[in-house]
Structures are given as structure tokens and as C-alpha cells.
């Protein structure tokens, strides 16, 4: 261990006694070895610990500790006034996502439900782009090589045309 991690652990769980198990045996070889955190060792016990040894240790009485649990229902309650705030309350409670986490998530749903909307409005996609009128595009081949305008009259004798923009302007 490291003379600054001793010091550490010496402050804060050290001098408490709530330090146990292979922590505890590291660190006290450490002090066995380290003059320098043997001594901070010894005037943090005289300091921080020795000017409470002899106080009486006191509880506080039941009615601060019904008070406590009372106001952190009320508290409770209140975020929870509501069903949504009642849902919320429950969620967070079971599934414990992380804020930013749980936007993020709400982001990409959201995200997801409108791009399925915007795909699905679109007049052809995917494979219906690939199943454009192949016949209709032949006939307008042959017609301008031919050079003749038998794809834009139809049997009837009537000016039908293939439906361009160009075509409608002029026709």
C-alpha cells in the first residue's frame, strides 16, 4: 500500500474500527514498516479520536426518528400524487436505469416510431423502386429509336403520351 492510501483508510475506516479482512492486514503491515504513517496514525487516534472516548454516546428519542420516517412518506406521496407520478416512482424503483440512460432510451424510441411513419408514407420503396413499368419503358425506347411517335399516339387515334412533365407542357 501506498503511504497516501494508508493515511486514507486511516481517517476513514481505520480509526472507526469498520475496516476488516485483508484491508485491514495490509495496512497494518504498512504501519509495522512506515514510521511516517505510524506517527500521522498516532496523531489522528489523539486528535480525531481520544477528545470523544470518554463522551457519553447519545440516541435520539423515538418521536425524531417517527418524525423522520413520517416526513420522508409525505415526501414520497407528494412525487407520487399523480398515476403517471405513482407509475414513474415504480419504475424507477425496480428498474434502476440512470437518468441521462433512460432520455436516451425515450430518445431512441421516439426516434424509431417516426422514422417507421416517415417509411411507410414514402409512395415506393425498397423492392417497389425495382418494379418500375418495364414495358412502358421499352415503348418509349423503340418509339425514339424508330424515330416515329407511334408510343405517344395510342390505337384510338388519341395523343395518350407517357405521362412526362416535358410531354404535358408541349402536349
Same mark, same amino acid.
Not at 504513517?37 to 425524531?64: N, T
Given at each position: ?13 481505520? #480509526? ?21 504513517? =505510524? ?7 489523539? +486528535? ?9 454516546? #447519545? ?23 399523480? =398515476? ?10 425496480? +428498474? ?11 430518445? +431512441?424510441? +421516439? ?9 411507410? =408514407? ?22 425514339? #429509336? ?26
Amino acid at each position: 500500500m501506498k503511504c497516501r492510501d494508508v493515511r486514507e483508510f486511516i481517517l476513514t475506516d481505520y #480509526l472507526d474500527e469498520r475496516m476488516s479482512g485483508d484491508a485491514q492486514t495490509a495496512l497494518e503491515r504498512h504501519l509495522a514498516e512506515c514510521g511516517g504513517c =505510524r506517527e500521522f496514525e498516532a496523531q489522528a487516534r489523539q +486528535v480525531v479520536m481520544e477528545p470523544f472516548r470518554q463522551a457519553d454516546r #447519545l440516541y435520539p428519542p423515538d418521536a425524531v426518528w417517527e418524525k423522520i420516517h413520517a416526513r420522508i412518506l409525505e415526501e414520497n406521496q407528494a412525487r407520487a400524487g399523480s =398515476r403517471l407520478g405513482a407509475f414513474w416512482a415504480g419504475l424507477s424503483s425496480r +428498474v434502476p436505469l440512470p437518468k441521462p440512460a433512460l432520455a436516451a432510451a425515450a430518445l +431512441v424510441g +421516439v426516434m424509431a416510431i417516426a422514422l417507421t411513419f416517415t417509411l411507410h =408514407r414514402l409512395p415506393m420503396q425498397g423492392p417497389e423502386l425495382a418494379r418500375l413499368d418495364i414495358e412502358a419503358e421499352a415503348t418509349y425506347v423503340a418509339a425514339l #429509336l424508330d424515330g416515329t411517335s407511334a408510343a405517344s399516339v395510342s390505337e384510338s387515334g388519341e395523343n395518350g403520351g407517357f405521362g412526362t412533365a416535358i410531354e404535358e407542357y408541349f402536349l
